[in-house]
């Protein structure tokens, strides 16, 4: 009998084709960390169940059900030794990995223990045609670790990724015969040559006392440490001090040194995202940088068909992507985000913002770099103004780097703002400080506080900017506020913390309510960014306000600043920061794994399917109202209710959105002002009311069961 694994109009794919152009595949894989006959092994073995004559009658047109992933992981189950560590990756290798099993089995996925006891079509013709390969190597050095179950689980992850996307290209590549249309970009060292063209200007410069010599100091050290081994680094440079292209620089002299495949920049906040990422394509070519996030979309054009294929698995010389897209990734269960997880192997990832790392799973984040780097080839950047003090919880790396030459002297040289400390005062005072201002950013902590004192102070040359704003809509806002600073016109604008990193904005004056000191160091970064005017003519107010409110996620960072201001501390100081960091985490203890997610992996049960439906940075308590007021958003929400859900209507729709929890959105629903957009999107609505949208605020947040109250 002729044994198929895919059919496509009048061709058919061998299934020994199959298995050994898939194996071949995930043993190049495995072999970037030294593990290719896993990944080889793996490949041969996954889709044994496949060789069952119920099979073949449906590959050759029978409209009958039949699990082939089984088989496959039976056999590695019988096998015993080491083959069982395979067992999970074979059976899941469609719907997911599986949870051991027992209580902890996630909804309704099939658990490992399930699977074992399930009756399967015989299989045995396999053995026709299918030597098993011998392992000859362990999983995991037992030695490089002090977390050896927290290891094999990373382990089986990555061995899972390299199955699945080999399983997925080979069998893409049969179907569309060859013609793929994916495109890798060009090599590191091709990559670095660009960088150094594009800087050669730069490094001619010797001296150090102004800010481009800084800056041109900073670089040279970044790329003179690139020569160094592959490990755990920091990058701990002042606001100003060109860290973007500094940590490139590193990444790609580092990449260089060591052979290495790709950079990896993971960045909290698509602002900064879409920013960096530009300046990446301007030096290194369009083809060679892939964003990978929410509001990118990479299916609109043919043109753009090969970054909508490397986005499956980033296999693109330099990835820029969020904290959520790449930790969800790493802790996910299904295939389709974990393809990508093997080409985290020996790569420089840069992780910018490092003190936006997410405290509610700092601990299985900071586990998670460490494995990568201690066994997967990977080298870490932590690139920070406010470096967090993480060293205690590397408990086996005993060496972090520092990249910032004379780090202490650097922020005493790009010191450019006086910090003061107000203490309490009402809006009515704050009000009035304004008034009184030219050019002033007001910080406020909740969107809510944001319009109320916009509201009051609304005149010309006053901006609202938060989230309660679709996207498009703060894009031009800040448009007008840039135009208004660099014409020297009145330009008073209250915000949120979203303009506190990647905002590319400079005030005389910044007020900015008490919150983490991170935030506060972020936002004294909108003050004489470019250094024009002296210290003591650039000041940032910190203040209080005399009534107390909630400010949910925010009240831990803001109480540690407090104490800290109480003691006289100066929030600009490297130690305070670190002091701030220490407290915080003390603060936080156990709930830095606020969903236990390390005890999952422990015991020799590992619960994959829990972690991944458990592990979620943004938790989903919220709706997203789109905001029907242009003639962009009215084309896309009649594509969305005509199609209903894609990913790049979704991507596209993004840009007109609004997300609120769902205590608010319960009373806008109330009110009768939503519908949904369609029966098949989740937690997706249209504004019908669109007096509740202000071109100068966004959505209204002064609603209160029924009652609408603009200021």
Request: hydrophobic share 35%; glycine share 6%.
């Amino acid at each position: 009998m002729k044994y198929i694994a895919h059919r496509e109009e009048d061709r058919e794919q061998l299934l020994l084709d199959h298995l050994t152009g898939t194996a071949e595949k995930a043993k190049e894989f495995a072999e970037v960390f030294g593990k290719g006959e896993w990944g080889y092994c793996c490949g041969m073995l996954h889709d044994l169940g496949k060789y069952s004559d119920k099979f073949q009658r449906r590959i050759r047109g029978e409209d009958i059900k039949v699990d082939h992933a089984t088989a496959g992981a039976r056999v590695c189950l019988e096998l015993g030794g080491m083959y069982p560590f395979m067992e999970y990756c074979i059976a899941g290798h469609h719907a997911g990995l599986p949870d051991a099993g027992g209580k902890s089995d996630a909804g309704n996925s099939p658990t490992l223990n399930g699977r074992r006891k399930k009756k399967i079509e015989d299989f045995q013709a396999y053995k026709k045609e299918i030597c098993i390969p011998e392992l000859k190597t362990v999983p995991i050095d037992i030695n490089k670790t002090t977390n050896a179950e927290f290891s094999l689980g990373m382990f089986m992850r990555m061995l899972y990724s390299c199955l699945v996307d080999a399983d997925f290209l080979d069998t893409e590549e049969f179907m569309v015969n060859g013609n793929t249309g994916r495109q890798q970009g060009e090599n590191m060292p091709q990559l670095l040559e660009k960088l150094e063209k594009h800087i050669a200007g730069w490094l001619e410069n010797k001296e150090i006392e102004s800010v481009n010599g800084r800056r041109t100091e900073i670089l040279r050290a970044c790329l003179d440490a690139g020569e160094k081994e592959k490990g755990l680094f920091r990058l701990t440079v002042p606001t100003g001090g060109g860290k973007t292209i500094a940590s490139l620089a590193f990444a790609l002299r580092h990449a260089v040194k060591h052979h290495m495949d790709r950079i990896i920049y993971v960045i909290p906040y698509t602002s900064i995202i879409e920013q960096n990422a530009g300046v990446f394509r301007e030096i290194l070519g369009d083809q060679n940088v892939l964003e990978n996030h929410c509001n990118v979309d990479y299916e609109s054009t043919e043109e753009l068909k090969p970054m909508q294929l490397a986005s499956e698995n980033w296999d693109k010389p330099v990835i820029v992507t969020t904290n959520v897209q790449f930790f969800e990734s790493l802790f996910a269960n299904k295939s389709s985000k974990c393809r990508k997880l093997h080409n985290m192997a020996n790569s420089v990832i840069i992780f910018d913002e490092a003190q936006m790392l997410p405290n509610d799973y700092l601990k299985p984040c900071l586990t998670a770099i460490e494995e990568l780097v201690i066994n997967y080839e990977v080298s870490a950047v932590l690139c920070t103004a406010t470096q967090p003090a993480l060293d205690p919880f590397f408990k086996n790396i005993k060496q972090i780097t520092e990249l910032c030459p004379r780090m202490e002297k650097q922020f005493t040289f790009f010191k450019r703002v006086h910090l003061e400390n107000i203490g309490k005062l009402s809006e009515e005072a704050l009000k009035n400080y304004l008034l009184e201002e030219t050019q002033a950013l007001c910080i406020v902590n909740t969107k809510k506080r944001a319009q109320k004192i916009y509201h009051e102070l609304k005149g010309k040359g006053i901006f609202h900017l938060s989230t309660s704003m679709y996207p498009k809509h703060r894009k031009r806002v800040l448009k007008q506020v840039k135009e208004r600073l660099a014409n020297k016109e009145k330009c008073i604008l209250i915000s949120t913390s979203l303009v506190e990193a990647g905002v590319d904005l400079d005030f005389y004056t910044v007020y900015r309510q008490i919150a983490g000191v991170d935030s506060m160091i972020q936002a004294a970064g909108r003050c004489n960014r470019e250094g024009n005017r002296t210290t003591e003519e650039s000041k940032v107010v910190i203040f209080q306000f005399e009534e107390k409110e909630a400010v949910p996620g925010q009240q831990q960072q803001i109480d540690v600043s407090e104490s800290l201001l109480t003691d006289e501390c100066k929030i600009e100081d490297l130690e305070t920061i670190t002091k701030y960091f220490q407290m915080l985490y003390h603060f936080r203890g156990e709930s830095l794994d606020k969903k236990k997610i390390c005890e999952e992996l422990k015991g020799g049960l590992y619960n994959f399917a829990r972690v991944g439906k458990e592990f979620r940075l943004i938790e989903k308590n919220t709706k997203t109202i789109f905001i029907n007021t242009e003639v962009e958003a009215q084309k896309i929400l009649q594509n969305l209710k005509v199609k209903g859900f894609t990913r790049s209507g979704m991507r596209r729709a993004a840009q007109y959105c609004v997300t609120v929890y769902d205590q608010k959105f319960d009373k806008y629903n109330g009110m009768g002002i939503l519908r949904p957009v369609s029966e098949d999107i989740q937690d997706f609505y249209v504004l019908t009311d669109l007096e509740q949208y202000s071109e100068e605020t966004g959505l209204n947040l002064d609603i209160d069961d029924g009652m609408v109250l603009w200021g």
